[in-house]
């Protein structure tokens, strides 16, 4: 599979990785989303081209007019925080939601054999699993971010199943790596580089299945592979146990100078206690992460230090 991709919410965090990942692969990666790139960046960035807005039939139209028939959409626009979703729940359903079945519409009606990869989350599941979690575990998700990313869901499967579009939902758990300017490990390293010591929310009991962000991008085009009028749902993470204590520690420890880690003993709103990932179907599909957590995390600390020195 090659020609052209579309990379929807390529600017953020996952998806600039996605965009240089299958550019790198050969496609003609096209973008949209909200965010600058500009003339110099565009070269480096793995994109072919960039429309600047809404996840709408006039950007995709663009799109299509300028570069022909669409091998593969991969949807990574929408909502990107529980936090955000808890202060701006209208926000926060207009990007995860309307924009979804904006997608989805205009594949149906301009390119109904294109296969779309819908991003989702680990939060869909919610705070009631203890041990892996697979695909068909129930789904109670704590905030409005993962009721969200479960509506999204439900459109993709009624589209799949009214319309026959080709469509696979990937839910990714918790994707860390350069460029992450946010959560754990970005919150972990600004305090450090502050004062040596990082004074983070909750028990740090909680546990997480990391995965780098170049592995999920790697996930992202064996899943891709796997659309059809299915639907077919899958976990992106590495099967790995990880208590955010020990994930923070690796920061201290990869950090030095003495830096420490203490945490408030509050659980956080949203926040389940276990998101660990069944990886049966991933590992079926041919998918094994390359980049090991310490590895991953040295990775990070070191972009960190570039970045805010």
């Not at 819908?118 to 993962?146: C, M, Q, W």
């Not at 839910?171 to 490990?185: T, W």
Request: net charge neutral; hydrophobic share 40%.
């Amino acid at each position: 599979m090659n020609g052209t991709l579309i990379v929807t919410g390529a600017r953020g965090f996952i998806g600039r990785t996605v965009c240089r990942y299958f550019g790198s692969q050969g496609f003609i990666v096209c973008g949209v989303g909200h965010g600058d790139v500009p003339v110099g960046e565009l070269e480096g960035s793995g994109l072919a081209s960039w429309r600047q807005g809404e996840v709408d039939f006039s950007n995709l139209d663009s799109i299509f007019a300028a570069h022909g028939p669409v091998a593969g959409v991969v949807h990574l626009a929408g909502g990107a925080s529980v936090g955000v979703s808890l202060r701006a729940p209208l926000e926060d359903f207009n990007r995860t939601c309307q924009t979804s079945v904006q997608l989805l519409d205009w594949i149906r009606q301009r390119s109904p054999h294109t296969p779309v990869l819908f991003v989702s989350s680990a939060a869909v599941y919610g705070a009631t699993h203890n041990g892996a979690i697979r695909e068909d575990a129930p789904t109670l998700p704590e905030s409005p971010y993962g009721t969200h990313k479960l509506v999204m869901e439900s459109l993709c499967r009624s589209y799949a199943h009214n319309f026959g579009l080709r469509a696979v939902i990937l839910r990714l758990f918790s994707v860390y790596g350069e460029g992450l300017r946010k959560q754990l490990p970005w919150d972990t390293c600004s305090s450090l580089a502050r004062s040596g010591l990082a004074r983070l929310g909750g028990t740090g009991r909680e546990i997480r299945d990391w995965i780098h962000v170049a592995d999920a991008a790697e996930l992202i085009r064996l899943a891709l592979t796997q659309a059809s009028e299915r639907c077919p749902t899958m976990n992106g993470g590495t099967g790995q146990r990880t208590l955010v204590r020990e994930f923070a520690e690796e920061i201290a420890a990869l950090w030095g100078n003495g830096a420490r880690i203490e945490f408030s003993g509050e659980q956080r709103a949203g926040d389940p206690d276990s998101l660990l990932a069944d990886t049966q179907r991933s590992i079926g599909i041919g998918f094994e992460p390359k980049i090991d957590l310490r590895s991953g995390l040295r990775r990070y600390v070191d972009w960190f230090r570039r970045e805010k020195p």
